[in-house]
């Protein structure tokens, strides 16, 4: 009985309601792991870290003396969410993505919501994500943000709050993939016994997606999906997209402008791209638009995209309603555009440019978690209650200085999930990304990249500080 002694605590456990009491949606696992013995558990553990070692699900991490390139650390206690609860989470985040769609439609075009006075004029205008050049553009469909990934957490009550918003490059869904067919090997009978949500369709419907942005005429339009390279800490995920849609792994190297379109290099001579799914940074897409010394992108590529003679996915310029200062508005943006209340809420956020609120993060930094508005990975920020007297001072004088660039949330006490530690479980703090396409229609992945914090009492869920993932069940009662 490996679960007799896990107690989930004054925590909000996904797989427990009490010491002893699994929730009803996680009993069929919790009796399965229990049938075996310690070393079994172990072992499936090994063997799952070693499938995914050999599928080669990596990524890398920036200036790490240890090498640049890790296996991304898995746990085989996976994440439960009920078919109900699903459901609320769905059409939250479908009111969500539609409502910050037409907000970018916006504010690149007639800038209602601002010309009403719902967000600051300045907020915008200093958003780092914030893009002049796309003034005017009209992407196809009138759609801007066609990959998202939306962080949420469930706090010690168990409410759901969005945590943040990612709609440039949002990275991980790969890892929702490939961690569920190592899953469906490791515990084959619950997945026999259980109706668990299947995420296998996603690059079919990415592909769908990336194909709906093709000129009609096309019968047979080109998608290819634009990386970095090998260097880039996504790298394995851009190949593996690319592979499972069966479209070309392109760097700019491999693109160019030509006869007024954006022109794929082959042993066959020069061929026509139509749509981009991007994995590249704006400012990076094309020297002559952005930054001069880029050797990633494409020269002219902007010239082309804003013809209407390519499509990009995502939009460029999305990067603004990823700012956290502009998280803070998306409420009203829900209210200003889809005259409705918000589905999910926001985690209660505090912006340091106004005096007031400013004032009150500076007297209680002890408590709050502070974010820089344009970083992201776990890095730009303060957990106030973990920080030394030192580290807050230091934020103080950064956020006195820069007061646009930052904001600052209560510390969530995030839930946990039973996790594998040599011989025993313990609860590790977990955050959800699920994946949101918005084609002809808006598709959430039913579940998505559930985050765990490995090192213990952490709160940093990010792969490159020390994090992992679990697979994520949706299942039906």
């Known amino acids: 009985m490996q679960f007799n002694d896990y107690d989930p605590g004054d925590f909000y456990d996904e797989l427990f309601e009490a010491k002893g009491k699994p929730r009803p949606e996680a009993i069929p696992l919790i009796d399965r792991i229990n049938s075996l013995p310690l070393p079994e558990v172990q072992r499936r553990q090994q063997a799952a870290e070693i499938a995914l070692f050999k599928l080669g699900v990596t990524f890398n991490v920036y200036g790490d003396g240890q090498g640049t390139e890790r296996i991304m650390p898995f746990d085989i206690i996976p994440r439960i969410v009920s078919m109900a609860e699903w459901k609320v989470l769905e059409e939250g985040l479908k009111q969500r993505i539609y409502a910050l769609n037409q907000f970018l439609a916006d504010i690149y075009g007639e800038q209602k919501i601002l010309k009403d006075s719902v967000i600051p004029t300045e907020l915008i205008h200093s958003a780092s994500g914030f893009l002049k050049q ?54 084959p009978l619950v997945f026999n016994n259980v109706q668990i949500q299947p995420v296998e369709e996603y690059p079919s419907y990415l592909l769908e ?74 400012e990076f897409i094309d020297p002559k638009a952005f930054r001069a010394e880029s050797l990633l992108g494409v020269p002219g590529l902007m010239e082309v995209y804003q013809s209407g003679r390519l499509a990009i996915a995502n939009a460029l310029g999305t990067g603004v309603a990823d ?72 934020f103080a004088d950064k956020i006195k200085a820069h007061p646009r660039k930052y904001i600052a949330q209560p510390t969530l006490c995030l839930s946990r999930v039973p996790t594998l530690f040599n011989d025993h479980f313990e609860g590790c703090h977990v955050d959800l990304r699920p994946y949101i396409l918005y084609g002809k229609q808006i598709y959430v992945n039913p579940g998505g990249l559930t985050r765990v914090a490995l090192k213990r009492g952490s709160l940093v869920v990010n792969s490159s500080q020390g994090g992992g993932s679990k697979d994520t069940w949706v299942v039906c009662k």
């Open 134 to 187: 796309c003034i005017g553009l009209k992407p196809p469909e009138g759609i801007w943000c066609h990959i998202t990934g939306t962080d949420l957490v469930r706090d010690r009550d168990g409410r759901w709050y969005v945590l943040e918003d990612n709609l440039r490059c949002p990275s991980g869904v790969s890892y929702v993939l490939e961690n569920r067919r190592v899953m469906k090997t490791t515990f």
């Open 209 to 282: 997606t990336l194909l709906n942005l093709a000129p009609p005429h096309l019968p047979d339009p080109t998608v290819v999906v634009l990386t970095p390279g090998i260097y880039n800490s996504a790298y394995f995920e851009h190949s593996f997209l690319a592979q499972q849609m069966g479209v070309e792994l392109v760097e700019g190297r491999d693109l160019v402008v030509a006869d007024g379109y954006l022109q794929m290099r082959t042993t066959k001579g020069l061929k026509r791209v139509d749509v981009i799914y991007r994995r590249i940074d704006d």
């Open 323 to 394: 700012d956290k200062v502009i998280y803070a508005y998306v409420p009203q943006i829900i209210r200003y555009y889809l005259n409705e209340e918000p589905i999910l809420c926001n985690v209660p956020t505090y912006l340091c440019w106004e005096p007031q609120q400013q004032s009150h993060v500076l007297a209680n930094l002890d408590k709050l978690v502070v974010k820089a508005a344009d970083e992201s990975g776990g890095y730009g920020m303060l957990v106030g209650p973990h920080a030394t007297q030192a580290q807050r001072e230091e």
